[in-house]
């Protein structure tokens, strides 16, 4: 089982990206998905999550209302639409799966992808 997270790049503030999370040999419809990401010098932390089955969403406050996260399921793909981005949103970006109908601590996911750099900067 393993994940691709792709779109990152560089960006300005105020700007937006959208990153795409799917896997390479299976479908992610039956799992939930995360997003975390980890800035230079910190911990690995929680941004959002949407549920297997019902695809219920849930947001860190320091995107509520900035970023959407949402499930393709026609092309087995899990985006993660952020917008107003801001200097510190700057992180490697990661999706991860579960089994799990939800989860939102890392240590709930087993699958993890590569990770994709998202750089806000003028």
């Known amino acids: 089982v393993q994940l691709q997270a792709s779109g990152g790049g560089l960006v300005q503030p105020g700007g937006s990206q959208r990153l795409s999370c799917s896997g390479s040999?299976?479908?992610?419809?039956?799992?939930?998905i995360g997003w975390f990401r980890q800035a230079p010098g910190k911990e690995r932390e929680g941004v959002s999550c949407?549920?297997?089955?019902?695809?219920?969403?849930y947001y860190d406050d320091s995107v509520k209302g900035r970023f959407t996260i949402a499930r393709d399921k026609a092309k087995h793909t899990v985006y993660l639409q952020m917008n107003n981005l801001k200097p510190a949103d700057t992180a490697v970006y990661y999706c991860a799966a579960t089994r799990a109908h939800l989860a939102t601590m890392e240590d709930e996911y087993q699958y993890w992808g590569q990770g994709t750099q998202v750089t806000v900067s003028s």
């Open positions: 040999d299976f479908a992610l419809d039956y799992y939930a």
């Open positions: 949407i549920t297997s089955g019902d695809d219920r969403t």
